[in-house]
Structures are given as structure tokens and as C-alpha cells.
């Protein structure tokens, strides 16, 4: 092997040329290097081990269990390494996820973090079942146990841990040099004789060089002793030496300030550097110099010592500069204000000039001046200006902030499809949203057609349990009769519709089973009046609101069979059917309309009695509060609401909506608890599944396009009904309706 070309000057100071130290073994760099991979394996933790751990310390009963979990944690890191990766990235991966999770009980925020930043992006439900598997392998042993298993990991890999470098050999033998390659110190041709590698003498030989070159050794200890006056002074000698006397120049007193300001900015030293050099000129070498090298002493020293009359003559001629001047004296500046801070400096200069007349006036010295002056410092407001300026450059501009800023609040239970992809990058990135994969498109010359299948159900939950008839109490079998089980919906709103008395919002598509939703919380009102056995009807009332009188009889015909078994008296009370006191007295459960019901709650005397008595207040169809009879509905609210809240009496409101974007907003306004009471399902929970289909007419002419509209809506309808399927058409009314031989119609 040839030697490295180096000069003589510095293979004089290493063993490079002493050939019995080298050993071609250590130069290979593929045995170092599975030397020391072996090394690492036998230091810190790794599967292997913690499999023998598992099986030292466990019977053979627990061992299948605990292999099952084990094989969790190995499959959930496959997920979140790779499988591209290999076997031993996949087991390493596997280590990091136990020793995250051992001491855990769930998926936490650092936890996300850490994986985040070892592995990227990764599936949440990969690390949600390597919590749980490491959780169940936890449980069966002691923390004394886990404890040492990491913690002797962790020993033996700090043992045999070598710092890098700290086996490099360095030679201090000296070798005699050619005079041709002779190495001058400083000038001196023999200062290579006292040439050592030990730096604290070679920083004492520099330091005794600089004093002996400059002779002078108070200088350098002037340096040392900084006091109150020292910033003074030193300006004091740059005007003289500068100027020499000539009048019309910066005072001491105007520099000083201007001085002290850049001193006491956060810039750093080569900017401060640059600035000075621009206001001193190159006279002022020395001060510069002297500045930057005392500039935090300085500071601690004016600011410690405020009792100096110089210093206070400096503070005040400090504000008088930021007060008055809108331009700076010196240097090539640009001051940037807020608009605060713009404000503050306003005030300022008018409490300075109230402060001034005062002492006008009244003849006061200019201590009352200089308490005005403190009220408002534009120097430290500058301060903290220019520290929240540099904090902000170090954060990240899409950091945290930004993710906590559209970092949405999850409801337990909200099923929204389209809130849930809105947190997606695409959304908030502004990316463009494409159709589905599964998506048909049929082109011709008259129109193409885009057909849009309908969305998968929604996978169902772990806590998800379907609600049988037969386990519920006497009453809910006696309202239920006929029924075997409640649906999905009904089964997930159950508990807190049938045990609690939470104000409730339930959006729902059509046919997911409301009107059963609204009879839980009836069977719940009714179960909370009954007394040894029997129901005290005169103490409750129920009043169910319908949108239109026809839903409202078809409402009062039902609830009337199902609670008839427990002797619930359900009547209409609709513009068309008027109720007397008596059958109203007799009446547990009222179906009427907003309007009717907004005249009833609307009377002061008569029928006051009646609005106190309900306990239970049914809205259906509150998607009406954004059409005309949205205001009715809307005063409604607000006077059951009112009655709440001065009389300390319990009315429930449930509203039931098919179709409601905002339904955080109305839940608000029914002051319903979102975490509790808030039930949100999209078209995932339709009971049957709704496709879409668009078809779009390709000519121009407006003719044309009516003809190709009927030949395609025709051409649909007869498809749909030769398949055996029901078809509702809706037509506007100038359109004329045409039926065809078979029965079928066009338009």
C-alpha cells in the first residue's frame, strides 16, 4: 500500500511512517464493519432477546398467548417498516415499538411524534395494534421486570460504547527537518524548537507574544475593568481624536445614545460590526474594536447601575432621539412600526407634551417630565418587537402552528365522510379532487353520461352493538311490540336517547328510522313518571312538531298504535283540528305544526299551564330553519329555551333532520352537548344505496337540446321500469306529460 502524499512538515507529528503498526486487517472495511454490527447486536436489544425474555420468564401455559401478541407487534411493524425493508429492519422496527409501548396504554401525541420520526408516514391502525399487543405482553410481568429487561440493554451498550476517535494514535516524537523545509513561527527562524501540541502552551506563548509586540499591558486589563463610565469615556476620546475640536459635530451625549441602541439590539457581531464601521469610520477602529468585545458588559453595566447622572442624561437623550427624530443621525437605517406600536409612539409624544406644559406652568423642575417619560418606553417596546421578530424567523412557516390552526375537533359521534377528507393534504393544499375509480362514462354525440356508484357502508366499530328488543324493560317491549331488534342507527343512539336526558341533534338520511330515535326518548320521559307501577299522565306533557299537517295526522296515527299498550293519549293539533281545555288536560302527547304551536306558546294567559307541563319537545325536519318558516321554528327555540332558564325546569329538545351541512351550528343553538348528544351519518348509513348518475346534452341549440333531453330522459325511464324498477319523475309545470302505448312516461 502506498503512503499518503503528505509533506514531511506533517507526517513528522503522526506514525503514518511506522510501517510495524499497520495491519491490513483493520484497513478492511467490510470485517470492521460486521465486527461491529455483531457488536451492536450483542449490546443493545434486540427480538431475539426479548423472545428469550419472554420465555425465561413465563410458563409454558402463557407462551401461546404471548406469541400471538408477539407476532402482532412483528406484523404491525412490517406495515409501518416495509416488507421491502427485509427481516432485520422489520424486528429492529419491532424493538422501537415495544420499547414505546411497554410503558403505555394507548396511542398518545409523543408516541406519533416518535414514530413519525423514525419510520414517516405510517397507518394509525398498525400502531394502535402494537400498543394493545405490547399492553397485553406488559401485563405479565412486573414493572421491576421491564425495567431491568431495557435498562440492561442500556448498560451493556454504554460499556461497550468507544467514543470515535479515542483509538487514534497520535506520535510525539519529534523528527529533525531539512533546512529546505524549515517552518518559521511569527517570523523566527528557531521558533521551531519550541513547536508543541499542547494548546494551553501555545495559547500562553501567543498571549506573551501580543504583549511583548504591543508593550503595553494596561491596555489589555483596561479591557477586564469595564465600569459605569466607560462608554463615556471612550467616545470622548474618539471626538477628540477625530474631530480635534472642531465645532458644529455629534456631542458625546448624541453618540453615546445612538451607540448604546445598536449595542443593545439582538443583532449579531458581524452585523453590528458592518453598522459601526459605516458610523465610526475607519478612525474608529479602536472603539469598535473595544465595543464588541465588551458590548454584554456594557449593557449589565448601564442597566445595573441607573443611579448615574450620566447614564440617566444618556436614557433621557435616548428617548428624546426615538421621541422626536423620525430619521436616525447616523448610519444607513430603516425603521419598521407596527401599527401599535405607531400608536404607543403618538401617545407618548402627547403625554411628553402634556408633561412639558405642566412644568411650564407650574414652574416644576423636570422631574415630572421625567415620570412621564417612563410611563411609556419605546426603547423596550422596540426590544420585545425585534425578540418576537427573531423567534419567529427560527419557527417553521408550515409547522405546528398551521397544523393546530386547521386541525379539526373529532365528536364521537359524527360519521362525515366529507369533514374527514377535508383534513386531507389534497384538500388544504389545494390540490384537485378527482372522481372515484369505479366510475362509468359513456360519450356519444348527443350526451355523455357519468355514472357515480354508491358509497360503501361504513365498516362497523368495535363498540358498535345491536340493540335487541327483548333485553330492553317492560315499557320499551310494550312500544315495541312486533319488533325484533333496533337498526345500526337506532342501536348507536340508543343509551343516549333512552337513559339520559341530553338535548339531542340527530341528522340522518331518509328512512334510517328517526320516528323510532323520537319514540326512545318518549319511552325515556314516560318511564321517569312512573310510580309503583303505575304512569302519572297529569305530570308530563310530549309535544311533537311536524312541518306540514299531513305528516302531522300521519304522525299521530302512529305514535297512537305503538303507545296505546301503555295508554298514552295521542291527538292532532293542527289549524284544522281544534282541541277543547278538557281533551288537552287529557292528552299526553300533542302532534302539531310550528305555527300552531308558535300561536299556543305565543298566549300570556290560558294556556301557560300547558307550555309548563311539557317536558319533552320534538322537532322534525329542522333543515326548515333556512327557508321561510325558519323564523317560526327559530322563536320556538328560543321561548322553550327562555322558559328553561326562568323557570329552572327540565324541557328536552330533540331535532330530527334528513339532509343539515351545519350541523354544528344548530347544535349550538339547541345548546345541545356535541360530545354527547351530536349524531351525525352520511350517506354511508343509507338503507339503500344511492348511485348517481349525470347526463349532460352536448348540442348548442336550445331546441335540440329539449328534443335530445326527452329522447334521453325516455330512453332512461324505460330502461329502469323493463329491469323492474320503480321510477319517480318530476317534471316542471308548463311540461307537457305524454304517455306512451306501454304505459310508459316522457316528457
Same mark, same amino acid.
Given at each position: ?19 510495524e ?39 409454558k ?9 408477539l ?16 427481516q ?34 405510517f ?7 402494537a &400498543?394493545?399487543?405490547? &399492553? ?10 421491564l425495567?431491568?429487561?431495557? !435498562? ?24 529533525d ?27 500562553n ?5 501580543? !504583549? ?100 440617566q442624561?444618556?436614557?433621557? !437623550? ?18 419598521? !412600526?407596527s ?12 403625554e ?57 375537533i ?42 357515480i ?23 320499551g ?55 309503583q ?32 299498550p ?22 299526553q ?22 307550555s ?5 319537545l ?18 320556538i327555540?328560543?321561548?322553550?329555551l ?16 334528513a ?42 341549440n ?44 316522457? &316528457?
Amino acid at each position: 500500500m502506498a503512503l499518503p502524499r503528505l509533506t514531511g512538515a506533517l507526517r513528522s507529528f503522526s506514525n503514518v511512517t511506522k510501517h510495524e503498526d499497520y495491519s491490513e486487517e483493520l484497513a478492511d472495511l467490510t470485517t470492521k464493519r460486521s465486527k461491529l454490527h455483531g457488536q451492536l447486536l450483542k449490546s443493545d436489544l434486540t427480538w431475539k432477546k426479548i423472545i428469550k425474555f419472554v420465555d425465561d420468564n413465563l410458563d409454558k401455559r402463557e407462551h401461546q398467548t404471548v406469541n400471538g401478541d408477539l407476532k402482532t407487534i412483528l406484523q404491525a411493524a412490517k406495515q409501518i417498516v416495509g416488507a421491502e425493508n427485509g427481516q432485520e429492519a422489520i424486528e429492529s422496527g419491532a424493538v422501537f415499538l415495544f420499547k414505546t409501548f411497554h410503558r403505555k396504554e394507548c396511542v398518545g401525541h409523543n408516541e406519533t411524534k416518535a414514530i413519525k420520526q423514525m419510520f414517516g408516514p405510517f397507518p394509525s391502525s398498525s400502531a394502535t395494534a402494537a &400498543c394493545n399487543a405490547t &399492553c397485553r405482553i406488559a401485563s405479565h410481568f412486573t414493572e421491576e421486570q421491564l425495567t431491568a429487561l431495557i !435498562q440492561m440493554a442500556e448498560e451493556q451498550s454504554d460499556e461497550n460504547r468507544v467514543v470515535f476517535g479515542k483509538n487514534i494514535v497520535f506520535s510525539f516524537d519529534m523528527h529533525d527537518l531539512d533546512h529546505s523545509e524549515e517552518l518559521p513561527v511569527n517570523g523566527e527562524a528557531d521558533a521551531q524548537n519550541t513547536i508543541s501540541l499542547d494548546y494551553n502552551k501555545f495559547l500562553n506563548n501567543q498571549l506573551n507574544h501580543l !504583549q511583548n509586540y504591543c508593550g503595553e499591558k494596561s491596555d489589555l486589563k483596561s479591557l477586564e475593568k469595564v465600569d459605569d463610565s466607560f462608554l463615556w469615556s471612550e467616545v470622548g476620546k474618539y471626538l477628540n481624536e477625530s474631530q480635534g475640536g472642531t465645532p458644529g459635530g455629534p456631542t458625546t451625549e448624541d453618540l453615546c445614545c445612538t451607540l448604546y441602541e445598536m449595542l443593545a439590539s439582538t443583532k449579531s457581531g458581524d452585523e453590528l460590526q458592518n453598522e459601526l464601521f459605516e458610523l465610526l469610520g475607519p478612525e474608529g477602529f479602536e472603539l469598535i474594536e473595544k465595543l464588541l468585545q465588551n458590548r454584554s458588559v456594557i449593557l449589565e453595566r448601564s442597566l445595573a447601575c441607573p443611579n448615574d447622572n450620566r447614564f440617566q442624561a444618556l436614557q433621557e !437623550q435616548c428617548k428624546k432621539f426615538i421621541g422626536e427624530n423620525a430619521k436616525p443621525s447616523y448610519g444607513c437605517q430603516v425603521t419598521i !412600526q407596527s401599527e401599535q406600536e405607531r400608536l404607543l409612539m403618538k401617545q407618548y409624544r402627547r403625554e411628553e407634551k402634556r408633561n412639558a406644559r405642566k412644568e411650564k406652568q407650574t414652574g416644576e423642575d423636570a422631574e415630572v417630565s421625567g415620570e412621564g417619560l417612563m410611563c411609556f418606553d419605546p426603547k423596550e417596546l422596540r426590544m420585545q418587537r425585534e425578540l418576537s421578530l427573531l423567534n419567529a424567523r427560527s419557527m417553521p412557516v408550515l409547522g405546528r402552528q398551521r397544523e393546530m390552526e386547521f386541525e379539526k375537533i373529532h365528536y364521537p359521534h359524527v360519521y362525515d365522510s366529507r369533514a374527514e377528507a377535508m383534513k386531507t393534504s389534497a384538500f388544504i393544499g389545494g390540490a384537485k379532487v378527482f372522481l372515484p375509480e369505479a366510475v362509468q362514462r359513456e360519450n356519444n354525440k348527443m350526451y355523455e353520461e357519468v355514472k357515480i356508484p354508491h358509497s360503501e357502508p361504513m365498516p362497523i366499530g368495535i363498540e358498535e352493538k345491536i340493540v335487541y328488543i327483548k333485553d330492553l324493560d317492560e315499557i320499551g317491549q310494550l312500544a315495541f311490540k312486533g319488533m325484533k331488534r333496533l337498526n345500526r342507527i337506532q342501536s348507536i343512539v340508543f343509551e343516549t336517547a333512552y337513559n339520559t336526558n341530553e338535548n339531542m341533534l340527530i341528522c340522518a338520511p331518509t328512512g334510517a328510522g328517526k320516528t323510532n330515535i323520537a319514540m326512545l326518548t318518549i319511552l325515556h320521559e314516560i318511564r321517569q313518571h312512573v310510580q309503583q307501577g303505575v304512569i302519572k299522565k297529569d305530570e308530563f306533557k310530549i309535544v311533537y312538531v311536524a312541518p306540514m299537517k299531513a305528516l302531522a295526522a300521519e304522525m299521530t296515527n302512529y305514535f297512537s298504535k305503538r303507545l296505546e299498550p301503555l295508554g298514552i293519549t295521542v291527538k292532532e293539533l293542527t289549524g284544522d283540528m281544534q282541541l277543547s281545555k278538557g281533551e288537552i288536560l287529557r292528552t299526553q302527547m300533542l302532534v302539531t305544526t310550528p305555527e300552531k304551536w308558535d300561536v299556543v306558546t305565543r298566549k300570556s294567559v290560558g294556556d301557560v299551564a300547558l307550555s309548563q307541563m311539557v317536558k319533552l319537545l320534538i322537532l322534525d325536519e329542522v333543515h326548515l330553519l333556512h327557508e321561510d318558516r325558519g323564523p317560526v321554528l327559530e322563536s320556538i327555540v328560543a321561548r322553550t329555551l327562555r322558559q328553561v332558564e326562568s323557570t329552572q325546569s327540565m324541557i328536552r329538545i330533540l331535532g330530527l333532520s334528513a339532509t343539515l351541512p351545519n350541523y354544528l351550528d344548530v347544535a349550538t343553538f339547541l345548546h345541545v352537548n356535541p360530545y354527547i348528544g351530536l349524531f351525525y351519518f352520511d350517506g354511508r348509513f343509507r338503507p339503500v344505496p344511492l348511485g348517481q348518475t349525470f347526463v349532460g346534452i352536448k348540442t348548442a341549440n336550445k331546441v335540440q337540446q329539449l328534443n335530445h333531453m326527452d329522447e334521453v330522459c325516455y330512453e332512461n325511464v324505460l330502461k329502469q321500469i323493463m329491469a323492474g324498477h320503480q321510477v319517480t319523475q318530476d317534471v316542471s309545470n308548463n311540461t307537457t306529460l305524454y304517455i306512451s302505448r306501454d304505459g310508459v312516461c316522457s &316528457c
